[in-house]
């Protein structure tokens, strides 16, 4: 079953209290999603490990239930 995007965004949230996040379907299939996330918790880390906060925060969905996540993070600007 796939995964709806309120699902990967509460997910990110509880892991990311912080976080600004922008999710968009992109095949209209609920595998094949964006998503920006911006959070003071990546302050200070690489993109890979920003990256794999965000992966963490899906408990290992990715590449099961949710096939395809093309994920930008960053530290808020403000």
């Known amino acids: 079953m796939p995964m709806d995007a309120r699902e990967i965004?509460?997910?990110i949230r509880e892991a990311?209290?912080?976080a600004r996040i922008e999710i968009k379907d992109l095949a209209g299939?609920?595998?094949?999603?964006a998503a920006?996330?911006?959070s003071a918790a990546f302050k200070g880390k690489t993109r890979v490990a920003?990256?794999?906060?965000v992966y963490g925060?899906?408990?290992?969905?990715?590449?099961g239930v949710l096939h395809a996540l093309?994920?930008?993070?960053g530290v808020p600007q403000d």
Do not use: F, N
């Open 9 to 11: 965004e509460a997910m």
């Open 16 to 18: 990311l209290p912080d």
């Open 29 to 33: 299939d609920g595998d094949h999603y």
């Open 36 to 38: 920006t996330v911006l």
């Open 50 to 53: 920003q990256h794999q906060m």
């Open 57 to 63: 925060a899906l408990q290992g969905r990715m590449g």
């Open 70 to 73: 093309a994920l930008t993070t």
